[in-house]
């Protein structure tokens, strides 16, 4: 105790004294903390009752956090697994303690479980959405002894299952048939089967166009084949009939026939066949009694074999009609795919075809 003053209160002298105490509370107490002191004076008496002392220990105020998201692809497939990296620091220059903490993710405004533990200032969260469209993520930091809490926010886009269509531009001969090679190119890992619609401006007359269904299962390109018929009986079923095709002509409908209906010709052969074999009759009959009436009937069998054989030969010898070809231009021709399962799923191309 150090001495700070006397004064004289009748004639006996009074000390004033003044000592230091440091009060260390425990640490992390918040509240009051008490302790008790004795005075003892500089002849060695010592105060009889104990002072108190009282101290409310506070917190010092907590350090502001911010808390950032960001996203391994911004624009996710539909179904595929997105890393959202989450980190928590200090939004004070004055504090460089890395918190810790927990932080709750809530998508589209709901609510994740479980929780996720701070390490070393950040943590990790997976997205994965079959949806497709804008989904908000939210992040919640919980605080620690050091740090105040904090939100944040990030937007993810998934963009549906798409595909893409191209097409080469072809140039044939009329009578001739010709290729094109469509590619598929799948977007945000679309898989299926794609079907095909083909239309033509103006319409293929007396011509097709053909192509097959075409499966996609990989991230790579598909090539399928465009086939244009300008003959129409050369288009096979099915396909995409151009406007004055006779269906007839189509293999798969009812197939036309030649030289198969009965004609003026083989009207005439029955009859020719008819009189040769009366004539063979007389000829049996009357021929041992007239030598010269056998001999003209002879003749008139001959006769009649040879126009019957004429006949054959001509009705053998007749051309089919020939096929209308397509016409010489140039066309617009359109190619749309769909997929079989979710024909919203659609893509469409456009190519030049040249019938010279």
């Given amino acids: 105790m150090r001495a700070r003053a006397f004064a004289l209160l009748g004639c006996l002298p009074v000390l004033y004294a003044r000592a230091a105490r440091r009060a260390s509370p425990t640490t992390g107490y918040v ?12 002849n060695g008496a010592t105060s009889t009752t104990p002072g108190t002392v009282s ?15 960001s996203a391994a692809t911004g624009t996710p497939a539909p179904g595929a697994s997105d890393a959202i990296s989450i980190t928590v620091a200090s939004a004070s220059a004055s504090s460089t303690t890395i918190p810790t903490g927990t932080l709750t993710i809530a998508v589209d405004g709901t609510t994740q479980t479980p929780t996720l533990t701070v390490t070393n200032g950040s943590a990790t969260y ?10 908000t993520i939210a992040a919640s930091y919980s605080g620690d002894s050091n740090y105040a809490p904090s939100n944040g926010l990030l937007t993810l886009t998934v963009i549906a299952k798409s595909f893409k269509l191209a097409a080469s531009n072809l140039t044939i001969t009329a009578g001739n048939p010709g290729a094109s090679t469509v590619t598929i190119t799948p977007q945000n890992g679309y898989t299926g089967t794609v079907v095909w619609t083909v239309s033509s401006s103006p319409a ?23 086939t244009v ?18 269906l007839p002509n189509i293999p798969g409908g009812a197939p036309q026939t030649y030289g198969k209906d009965p004609t003026p010709f083989v009207a ?10 009366v004539g063979l009759l007389f000829i049996g009959l009357l021929g041992r009694r007239c030598r010269r009436f056998a001999t003209l009937a002879t003749l008139w069998i001959l006769a009649a074999i040879g126009l019957a054989a004429s006949g054959c030969a001509g009705a053998a010898s007749m051309p089919p ?24 799923i659609t893509a469409s191309t456009a190519l030049t075809l040249t019938i010279d």
């Fill in 31 to 42: 509240g009051l903390d008490n302790f008790t002191f004795n005075v003892t004076e500089s």
């Fill in 204 to 226: 293929l007359t007396n011509g097709c166009f053909s192509i097959a269904n075409t499966t996609v299962s990989g991230t790579t390109a598909v090539a399928a084949t465009l």
């Fill in 126 to 135: 997976t997205f994965s959405s079959t949806a497709a469209g804008a989904h």
């Fill in 229 to 246: 018929n300008t003959v129409a009986s050369a288009c096979p079923a099915p396909a995409f009939v151009g406007a004055g095709i006779d």
């Fill in 55 to 69: 101290i409310n220990v506070v917190q010092p105020p907590p350090v502001a956090s911010k808390t950032t998201l």
């Fill in 268 to 277: 005439l052969q029955a009859n020719q066949a008819g009189m040769a074999m």
């Fill in 321 to 344: 009609p020939s096929s209308p070809t397509a016409a010489r231009g140039s066309y617009a021709v359109t190619i749309v795919g769909a997929d079989t399962m979710t024909p919203s």
